[in-house]
């Protein structure tokens, strides 16, 4: 755990439930819980700014052909974790709460859970006893793996869909 207080940080920018940190290190910035949250606390809610039909690394995936840049847009800076603690839900347009959450530590969510298939694929280093290593969205994950995942709707669909393609094959 970070805590608030922690030297190799600073502050970017201050959101009341959360703010944004700096890495003093690295530069990467990273987006922290200034309270406490337990799992299905609705965290915030978010709405689509610009609507894409290509995907890029800051958008989220709403459809086939839908990505939305997140406004607010400082979620932009909830990185992502193959041990995630919020999810997006794009149906309720809220972040969530998947396990608690204490004050100073990083929000994290699993890029997946709302990407079929990346713009720009990464190696993660999340350090998780549950890392994938290689993420390139959730049509490049095990059906046994990711439904191990909370997932949109739209992500379950996709799923289902592959399912049932394979099943006929």
């Known amino acids: 755990m970070i805590t608030l207080t922690n030297p190799q940080y600073r502050v970017i920018s201050d959101h009341h439930f959360a703010v944004v940190r700096q890495n003093l290190v690295n530069n990467q910035k990273a987006f922290f819980a200034q309270t406490s949250y337990q799992p299905g606390d609705v965290i915030t809610n978010f709405s689509s700014g610009q609507v894409l039909t290509e995907p890029t690394y800051l958008t989220v995936q709403v459809d086939h052909d839908k990505h939305i840049m997140l406004q607010p ?13 919020v999810f997006f ?10 396990r608690p959450i204490e004050e100073g530590d990083e929000m994290t969510f699993f890029y997946p859970s ?5 713009a720009q694929p ?11 290593g290689e993420i390139k969205g959730a049509a490049h994950i095990n059906v046994d793996v990711i439904s191990k995942y ?7 669909q996709q799923l289902h869909d592959r399912s049932n393609k394979e099943k006929r094959a």
């Open 114 to 118: 709302t990407e079929w298939d990346m």
């Open 122 to 132: 990464f190696t993660c280093y999340c350090g998780s006893h549950k890392c994938l």
């Open 73 to 85: 847009e400082h979620l932009q800076y909830i990185n992502h974790s193959c041990d995630p603690n």
């Open 150 to 156: 909370k997932l949109t709707r739209f992500i379950q």
């Open 89 to 98: 839900d794009t149906y309720t347009m809220q972040v969530i709460a998947l």
